[in-house]
């Protein structure tokens, strides 16, 4: 390095300082191929005087966000299941049709419009199944969480009282 280079004071902002230091945490988790305790965690914060209540914080907040990927993850699972039953009522109701068209002797038909416009239909909710991004999405995921968390309370409530009739 030049005197001139050692002068100068470099400043980084926040956002340049977690990309920077999240890609050396990164390449040192690579080259010794370890994980970090929590008393690493704790460490590293008191270095950077990040206060331990801020850093429970930041804990909570990133296995919340753990959590909601996971979920988004079985939601989008879940749509694609969905998506391939559909899928394959589709093939076989076709297959089906295509079957009766042919055999009644005249070639293909009726038939074909009846699979153009399935197609049409599986095409749209293909990209309705695959598309992960926008409003109706987020709508989706958010009745489907819903969803999963009254099935869970339910079940909780009902293994709690029949637990309590067995004793």
């Known amino acids: 390095m030049t005197t001139f280079e050692t002068r100068v004071t470099r400043t980084y902002s926040q956002e340049d300082i977690q990309q920077i230091l999240h890609l050396a945490i990164a390449r040192q988790a690579d080259?010794?191929?370890k994980e970090f305790s929590y008393e690493q965690l704790r460490e590293i914060a008191g270095e950077l005087e990040i206060s331990p209540e801020t850093l429970q914080q930041a804990e909570r907040d990133w296995l919340?966000?753990?959590?909601?990927?996971?979920?988004?993850r079985a939601f989008n699972a879940h749509r694609q299941g969905r998506f391939k039953k559909r899928f394959g009522n589709y093939t076989i109701v076709n297959a089906f049709l295509l079957s009766i068209d042919?055999?009644?002797?005249?070639?293909?038909?009726?038939?074909?419009?009846?699979?153009?416009?399935?197609?049409?239909?599986?095409?749209?909710?293909?990209?309705?199944?695959f598309n992960s991004k926008g409003e109706e999405y987020e709508l989706a995921f958010q009745r489907w969480r819903?969803?999963?968390?009254?099935?869970k309370f339910f079940n909780t409530v009902v293994s709690k009282w029949l637990k309590a009739w067995q004793i």
């Open 102 to 129: 042919l055999l009644g002797g005249a070639g293909l038909s009726w038939s074909l419009y009846i699979l153009l416009c399935c197609g049409f239909a599986v095409g749209l909710d293909a990209w309705n199944t």
């Open 31 to 33: 080259d010794n191929n």
């Open 64 to 72: 919340e966000q753990q959590g909601e990927m996971l979920q988004r």
């Open 146 to 151: 819903r969803k999963h968390q009254v099935k």
